[in-house]
């Protein structure tokens, strides 16, 4: 193959790459956004629902039996996020050496063959959220499984472990506690309704500030995870770039040296003819 189709060949796989590299950036910049426009009202909904933990005073929940530790890993399904899902896996492992051995749930099955690696086999394995809308789906089924197995007394404490976000491609992996729901101590008694049970209210509370503790966390996954994949995505298409103006280069060079080829290749065919017919002088 000539050295003019071999550089024709890697413009083309470049630029296929570079056309990917843009719509995965364009993606990613479309669910950051999404993910980081609902956090102040997911956030003041959540103090507000914290009022009302009160009601939990005297409540069965703190003297439920205990149970083994669990452990919600929020990882990543998708690539182009660097270390992002080795960061909390180590993260994860770490907490986990500190509790002993208990359920591990774990969101987004790339972390799947590093928990291998440590000897660690997920008890669940879902698939992690790649949008805003993907939560509910997932959160619904999961804090109710959650509260059956710490009411059953299978679960003790749960721990989250997930992505803080810190800015555009800047994250820290953090531990959110979960469960037991505890009331606030600052917080006085709220007066429970005549026409609702306490039990019933109780439950309610407890389940509704679990979801959006949760929600609020995985929003903050979602937007380190999307916010680390927009970084990598644009250190990729400059990369790309620079590849791409390089072979050009190369080709163009490549074209030059291939015209000054032919027209020597000309020239002495020229010469060489004059030779024959004696018109050389």
């Known amino acids: 193959m000539s050295r003019e189709r071999v550089l024709q060949r890697r413009l083309r796989t470049l630029g296929t790459l570079e056309e990917t590299v843009a719509a995965l950036r364009s993606l990613s910049a479309q669910h950051f956004?999404?993910?980081r426009a609902p956090l102040a009202d997911v956030r003041a909904y959540r103090d507000e629902v914290q009022r009302f933990l009160a009601v939990l005073e005297a409540s069965p929940e703190a003297s439920l039996p205990g149970g083994p530790v669990g452990i919600v890993l929020v990882a990543a399904d998708l690539g182009l996020v660097g270390d992002y899902t080795a960061r909390l896996v180590q993260e994860s492992l770490t907490l986990r050496a500190e509790c002993g051995p208990g359920p591990l749930v774990c969101l987004g099955r790339r972390a799947v063959s590093a928990l291998a690696s440590?000897?660690?086999q997920p008890t669940s394995v879902q698939p992690a959220p790649t949008s805003v809308a993907g939560l509910t789906g997932l959160l619904l089924p999961?804090?109710?499984t959650l509260l059956a197995l710490r009411r059953e007394g299978e679960l003790g404490a749960?721990?989250?472990?997930?992505?803080?976000f810190e800015g555009a491609g800047e994250y820290t992996p953090v531990r959110v506690p979960v469960l037991p729901v505890v009331a606030?101590?600052?917080?006085?008694?709220v007066a429970i309704s005549p026409y609702c049970g306490a039990e019933h209210l109780r439950a309610v509370v407890v389940r509704e500030y679990l979801y959006v503790s949760l929600f609020e966390t995985l929003l903050e996954a979602l937007a380190s995870e999307h916010g680390k994949r927009l970084v990598t995505t644009e250190s990729a298409r400059s990369w790309l770039e620079?590849?791409?103006g390089a072979t050009r280069r190369l080709a163009a060079a490549n074209r030059r040296e291939i015209s000054t080829q032919e027209v020597l290749e000309?020239?002495?065919?020229?010469?060489?003819?004059?030779?024959?017919t004696g018109n050389v002088s």
Do not use: C, E, K, N
């Open 33 to 35: 956004r999404a993910a």
């Open 118 to 120: 440590a000897g660690v």
């Open 142 to 144: 999961l804090v109710d």
């Open 158 to 164: 749960l721990w989250l472990v997930a992505a803080r």
């Open 184 to 189: 606030p101590a600052d917080r006085p008694p």
């Open 242 to 244: 620079d590849r791409i």
């Open 266 to 276: 000309v020239v002495v065919a020229t010469r060489a003819a004059q030779r024959v």
